[in-house]
Structure formats: C-alpha cells, structure tokens
C-alpha cells in the first residue's frame, strides 16, 4: 500500500500531475507489487485536515484514471484511509453512521468505490475507543460475550469487531452496502497512556492476527477472513502530538523488536 499525502491531493486535481505521480510512484517501481493507492489519510471535515476535504475524490479520480492508462486497474485499487473519527454514530454497531456533515464528504467516495469495485480503508484502533472501560473487550482477551446489539442480537466479544461493524453500517446507510473494508491500520502502542504497555501491544496484535487470518469475520460479516495491515512497523519518534503516538512500532529506532510477533 502506497499513501498520497494529503498536502499532495490538490496538486493531484490536475490530470497531468497525477499521471506524473503514478509514474513516479508506481511505474518506476516495476518490481514492487502495490495492492492499494491510499488517497489521503483520515481526511475530516471536523479536523485540522479539513482543508483538503474537497480535493480527495477528484485526486482519486484522477489517479484512477492514470491507472488506466497504465493497465494497472487489475492489479491496483484506487481508495482513500478513513477512519472512526468520521462517524457520528458507533454503538450499536448496527446504529454506525456517518457524522451529518461528513456525508457530503463521504457519499461520493463511495460511489467511486463502488463504480471501481474498491474497497475502503479505513483504520481501526480499540485502543482509541476508551479501552480503560474494559480492557479486555479491547484486546480479545475477553472469555465471552461482552456487548450484544440488541437491534439484531449479534454477539460481540472484542471492539474490533463492533467498530468494523459500525463502519459496515455507516457505508450501508449511504449505499455502501457491498463496499468491502480493508483496516489500512490497527495497533497499539507501547508508551505514553497507563494501558500503552509492551505486554498490552504484544496482546493485542498477536491476538489481532490470528483473529483476522482466521474464517470468524466479524459477527454482521461472517465467514471471511479481514484484510488487515499493522500499524506501525517502527516507532515515529519525532511525530509531534500525543506522547503515545511515537509509540506504535514493532520495532524501536535503532531496528530491535519490542515483543515477539507471530504471524503463523
């Protein structure tokens, strides 16, 4: 996967600046096998990023069609990153919803998902949804059913799954129905916020990959596996912000693993 940074998607309203990306960034790495083209990340327009709302979705028109002509289109989708901040709406997760004024925003993304049979991205992290209420619940340690929807009475026994769903319901609502979702990131961190532990970290994404690699899905799309992408491989020890932010990494700085990761 291949991010657009979102300070580039204005200069990528331009046909031609974005056939030049795609050879730069795509057709000179002819040994490289991209999956997904990331569009802007978690563009909001409740945000600091909120400037950039209205360039995402001719960026990705425009970088879909350079694709085109490139003869990639089945080898490379065309998408943008998401993520929950977006909804209004997470609980049930068969009430998600798009915040209102996200809709405008968000709507036409979908039908160009949808014309493109792309899937969206979206990141995914319980560890931003108040995992001190229940820790547990967050890192799939869970011994049972914590949560049920009692719109439909599916059982949820880890957050993952409910945000996901969520996010499934959301789409829906806006004719996404059959708009598949790739999590672009999921992780945890290892510093900065009382439940950012080394141990925590090793749980979750340990717990996180046999949870995903396996047929379970998730309790509104069961019986398929969930493309998923962790988040981060190093530590980000100059990204500004929360402290826990610069702690996402696998790896520390200087390339030594935190924790032993299996992802057999």
Known sequence: MIGVPNDALQ??????A?????????????????????????VDPNNGNSQYVNFVLQAMRNVQNAINAAGLQNQIK????????????????????????VRGFIQPIIGFLTENNSPMLANIYPFFSDPNSNL?????????????????????????????????????????????????ESGWPTAGKDVATTENARTYNNNLIRHV??????????????ETYLF???DENRKPGEESE?????????????????FN
């Open 11 to 16: 200069s990528l309203n331009d046909q031609g």
């Open 18 to 42: 974005a056939n030049t990306w795609v050879r730069n960034n795509i057709q000179n790495y002819p040994d490289v096998s991209f999956r997904y083209i990331a569009v802007g990340n978690e």
């Open 78 to 101: 065309v998408s943008t990153a998401t993520y929950t901040g977006l909804l209004g709406v997470s609980f049930p997760p068969s009430d998600g919803a798009f915040k209102d004024n």
């Open 136 to 184: 547990p619940y967050a890192l799939f340690t869970a011994p049972g059913t914590v949560v049920t929807d009692n719109n439909n009475g599916l059982q949820y026994s880890n957050l993952f799954d409910a945000i996901l769903d969520a996010h499934y319901a959301a789409q829906a609502r806006l004719g996404g129905g059959n708009v598949e979702i790739v999590v672009s």
């Open 213 to 226: 690699r396996g047929t379970t899905g998730t309790p509104a799309k069961p019986g398929r596996s969930i």
């Open 232 to 234: 981060a491989m190093f």
């Open 246 to 262: 610069k702690h996402f990494g696998i790896f520390s700085p200087n390339q030594q693993p935190k924790y032993p990761l299996s």
